[in-house]
């Protein structure tokens, strides 16, 4: 591959860069990967996946590493009413951007920046991401005239590898990737983020899927909505921010107003319950902690969801046995991120439920007796997402409260948390 960072004769369109807030240069949009401060040592633990033998539904996590340097002229007319024109979005701990013009084509990781676009109308500039596998297709399909066409967007993971050359021929306008995400899930360093900002696009991004104090006291946790609200700047999508965030506190007021008494609610076991015979086959397990902060758990601790496995005092990092569940005993099993890893009721039903319904001690377990063994939702999501989701684990936890829970795009229209048609108008701009 050729070093475009050296070729001084062809400069890109995107070589309009900002170090420290200072224009030096022209082009369709200005970004900068900020020196984060941090005083992380690059590594963290994961609170939500086995230290004694790694979760395969889990991913690596960031680590925090900055060396790029700020640099500062004295603005030129020119460069003063560019600014004027432009806007900045700061995502910290280490991302500022100044655009010029919204973005027309944008590269992901996941599917909780990738909804985010979706929600503010931008789907078709999702142009990249790790897997579109993991785009809500199904719950897309529940709001009218909203799709995405997954032909359109490149994997950046190809033949299993991550490979900086992807980032050049998909040439987006955007990175949408916190770059502590981008050193740590696809091996790059400071200099590759560097090359990569300069010849190709702008990074913009902070990981949101929970805290990471673990790693540097300098990394932030944006909320979910606040980290959308940052998307929504860059985008000048304002107002079809706003009108999901009051669906959003809509759905809130009404989970608020119906959910039981607390000293009435079910006890509720977050955990990962993945099929094959290594894992629910030999009866291992992986308590997850539905309290802590971060997207991941968010539909959760808006239902008032306590963490039995502490309480019961069995909380662990690690993998666990039938022993410690049935020690805590729970009387509801949510199996965390299954939409991600069972393809559907039926199938996880198959594979994980029945399956601890055959074992000695996973028969004794109350959720397993009574039928309240549920597939959780997706440990990435965005606001679409998470409007289903919290749907789900409603009528999941509570049914008597919000219904029973059937499947998605099983939910008679009276039984509904939120309107569709009011979500897919906003998508759609008509709103």
């Known amino acids: 591959m050729a070093d475009n ?177 981008a050193k740590s899930y696809f091996g790059f360093d400071e200099a590759d983020i560097s090359e990569l900002a300069t010849n190709v696009a702008p990074w913009l991004g902070s990981f949101i899927r929970r805290p990471q104090d673990s790693i540097g006291p300098n990394y932030p946790h944006y909320t979910l909505y606040e980290a959308f609200e940052k998307v929504a700047a860059a985008f000048r999508e304002r107002e079809r921010y706003e009108a999901l965030a009051t669906v959003h506190e809509e759905l809130l007021a009404t989970i608020a107003e119906r959910l039981p008494p607390a000293e009435e609610r079910p006890t509720v076991g977050l955990a990962y319950l993945v099929p094959g015979e290594q894992y629910v086959g030999s009866g291992v397990f992986w308590l997850n902690d539905p309290t802590q902060p971060g997207m991941a758990k968010k539909q959760y601790r808006d239902l008032g969801v306590g963490n039995v496995w502490e309480q019961a005092g069995v909380y662990s990092d690690g993998e666990v046995n039938y022993e410690t569940l049935v020690q805590a005993d729970p009387d509801v099993l949510v199996a965390h991120n299954a939409f991600g890893y069972t393809d559907s009721i039926e199938d996880f039903q198959t594979r994980v439920v029945d399956v601890m319904a055959e074992s000695d001690l996973g028969s004794q377990l109350t959720a397993v007796q009574n039928d309240r063994v549920y597939r959780g939702g997706k440990n990435v999501q965005g606001p679409i997402i998470n409007l289903f989701q919290t749907e789900v684990a409603a009528k999941q936890i509570y049914p008597e409260a919000f219904g029973e829970w059937t499947g998605l795009g099983e939910v008679p229209a009276e039984e509904q948390l939120f309107d569709r048609q009011r979500v897919a108008d906003i998508v759609t701009g008509e709103f």
């Open 5 to 181: 960072a050296d070729d001084a004769d062809a400069p890109t369109r995107r070589d309009y860069l900002t170090y420290g807030g200072a224009v030096i240069g022209g082009g369709l949009l200005a970004g900068c990967v900020a020196d984060s401060g941090s005083d992380g040592d690059g590594g963290s633990t994961d609170a939500e996946t086995p230290t004694a033998t790694p979760d395969p539904t889990a991913t690596p996590e960031p680590t925090i590493e900055s060396t790029v340097e700020t640099t500062t002229s004295t603005p030129t007319d020119a460069e003063t009413a560019t600014e004027r024109a432009s806007w900045t979005v700061e995502m910290k701990p280490r991302t500022q951007v100044t655009f010029e013009s919204v973005p027309e084509s944008v590269v992901v990781y996941r599917a909780d920046y990738a909804d985010m676009l979706i929600a503010l109308g931008r789907g078709d500039a999702l142009v990249g991401m790790q897997d579109t596998q993991s785009l809500p297709a199904n719950m897309l399909a529940q709001l009218p005239d909203v799709s995405v066409d997954p032909e359109r967007i490149t994997p950046l993971r190809q033949e299993g590898e991550y490979d900086k050359e992807i980032f050049y021929d998909i040439d987006a306008d955007l990175h949408l990737i916190d770059p502590n995400n």
